[in-house]
């Protein structure tokens, strides 16, 4: 009888950090290269447009030279395999969890190939550098921005998340340190349904307490070992 239980798999940069990405909390990371204040607000945005585009075509410009790793792969053969429903939801900017070929999943912060247009709305993909003031291809407006959830900014799909977690039977937290909301509350939410919680970090997180069970090392070692135990 094929496993038929509900899935919902939250990535955060962890995930992606064996692939060479930065996270954001490590001493080295990227918030301590930023103040959030400074690239990640609408104000950081009207008052510096040029500091908080580049910084993001210089993460895009990074991401374009790294490649998917173990973990990745891993949870594209899940996804590719599961028979039950299943859900990743990344809080992550990077396209690596495509380019590995995962299907069923969502950004709820945002992409950094894909722009959005400040005035209507409009997300669009988008490679390369992005300039201040470009040119919208839908109304034409020069109000094209990365298309980013910033913080003061309502994350994108809360409701087919809600929904999905609602329905979990297992709820898997991968390479996140639980610091940021609504993200960080989605274990308590999965848990309030009824769902089963594992997380599966390199340290232990901010969220911690709130899983059955924590398991902690590489994701690159971690996944593909959870993701084999879970299709034997
Ligand atoms: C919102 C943009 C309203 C893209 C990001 C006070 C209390 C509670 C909440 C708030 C508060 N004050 C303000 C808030 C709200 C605020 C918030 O949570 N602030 C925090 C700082 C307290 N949140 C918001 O503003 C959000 N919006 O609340 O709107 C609303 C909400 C719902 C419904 C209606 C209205 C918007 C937040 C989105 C901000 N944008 N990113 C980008 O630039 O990338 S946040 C950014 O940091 C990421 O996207 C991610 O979500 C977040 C956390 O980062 P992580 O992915 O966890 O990375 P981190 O470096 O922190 O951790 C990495 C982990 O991996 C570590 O644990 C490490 O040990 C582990 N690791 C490292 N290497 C490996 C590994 N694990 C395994 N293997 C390895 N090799």
Redesign the pocket.
């Known amino acids: 009888m094929p496993d038929s239980r509900g899935l919902v798999i939250l990535t ?4 992606s ?2 692939s060479g990405l930065e ?4 001493s080295d ?1 990227l918030w301590a290269q930023h103040r959030i204040e400074d690239v ?1 607000t609408p104000q950081a945005l009207m008052q510096n447009p040029q500091l908080v585009h580049g910084f993001y075509d210089a993460r895009r410009a990074a991401l374009a030279t790294v490649e998917s790793n173990p973990a990745h792969h891993a949870l594209a053969r899940l996804d590719a395999a599961w028979t039950g429903d299943l859900l990743i939801v990344t ?3 990077d396209d690596l969890h495509e380019r590995a070929g995962a299907q069923r999943m969502l950004h709820m ?2 992409q950094l190939n894909s722009t959005l247009c400040a005035h209507c709305g409009d997300q669009s993909p988008w490679r390369g550098d992005m300039p201040v003031g470009a040119q919208c291809r839908a109304c034409g407006a020069p109000a094209l921005r990365p298309d ?8 994108y799909d ?1 409701d087919r998340i809600e929904t999905a977690l609602s329905q979990a039977d297992l709820f898997v937290s991968i ?3 639980g ?5 960080a509350g989605f274990v308590r939410m999965a848990r309030a349904y009824g769902a089963q919680a594992l997380e599966l ?3 232990p ?1 901010e969220g911690s307490a709130w899983f059955d069970e924590c398991r902690h090392g ?2 690159s070692l971690l996944v593909p070992a959870w993701v084999d135990e879970l299709l034997a």
Do not use: K
């Open positions: 955060g940069a962890g995930i950090a064996e996270t954001f909390r490590s990371g990640c809080q992550n900017v912060h945002g980013i959830v910033f913080f003061g900014e309502i994350p809360m390479g996140t340190s610091a940021v909301y609504p993200a970090n390199l340290e997180s590489p994701a």
